[in-house]
């Protein structure tokens, strides 16, 4: 199975900030790459998919990248709804295989 | 719009099984993949497997093979999923997901339903 490490478990960052969340692979997964949000209600969301592809709906301060095994997703202008825990999940090769999440909090 | 509707939670005693639901609206229900997936208390997400009602095709995580039995029934656009001889550690919370365009899996999800099991 291929590993996902999401290596910050949390994370602390001030309305405004620009945060990057990152997320690597054991191995090559070629841009199959996911990012999720899930709120503290335990509603989840696609954010991101392919790595930079925006999903339907989300606001455009959120952003991917990455390729290879290393992969990022970044928000800019942290806003309060965006207090969630944020999970990584490759679909290069069955089983699809998720991050543990990083969970971000505000300071 | 698509909408992805999870059955209620259940409290079930230990050996038994349960059958989840997953009732979809707002597109067509033979086109796209329904994955399941379990989320224990404070912990992170696992792919269980996943379904294609167009075809009734079926893929499992080898680590829930035996655990998990992914149905659907077309005429109600609804998914299940049966998990049998439950312990305490399938207690979780269980979601469904479909599918996006070039199979993006889990592009929208359920609410997830809340599984106890306890004697």
């Known amino acids: 199975d291929i590993q996902m490490t999401q290596t910050t478990s949390s994370l602390s960052a001030s309305l405004g900030d620009r945060v990057t969340i990152s997320c690597s692979a054991s191995q090559g997964i070629s841009n199959y790459l996911n990012w999720y949000q899930q709120k503290p209600d335990g509603t989840v969301k696609l954010l991101i998919y392919y790595t930079s592809s925006l999903h339907s709906g989300v606001p455009s301060r959120f952003s991917g990248s990455g390729s290879g095994t290393d992969y990022s997703l970044t928000i800019s202008n942290l806003e309060p709804e965006d207090i969630a825990t944020y999970y990584c999940?490759?679909?290069?090769?069955?089983?699809?295989?998720f991050g543990g999440g990083t969970k971000l909090e505000i300071k | 719009q698509v909408q992805l509707q999870q059955s209620g939670a259940e409290l079930v005693k230990p050996g038994a099984s349960v059958k989840l639901s997953c009732k979809t609206s707002?597109?067509?229900?033979?086109?796209?993949?329904i994955q399941w997936v379990k989320q224990r208390p404070g912990q992170g997400l696992g792919w269980i497997g996943e379904i294609f009602p167009g075809t009734g095709t079926t893929y499992y995580n080898e680590k829930f093979k035996g655990k998990a039995t992914l149905t659907i029934d077309t005429s109600s656009s609804t998914a299940y999923m049966q998990l049998s001889s439950l312990t305490s550690e399938d207690s979780a919370v269980y979601f469904c997901?479909?599918?996006?365009?070039?199979?993006?899996?889990?592009?929208?999800w359920g609410q997830g339903t809340l599984v106890t099991v306890s004697a």
């Open positions: 997901a479909k599918s996006y365009d070039y199979d993006v899996p889990f592009a929208y």
């Open positions: 707002g597109y067509t229900f033979t086109s796209y993949w």
């Open positions: 999940q490759q679909y290069s090769k069955l089983p699809w295989t």
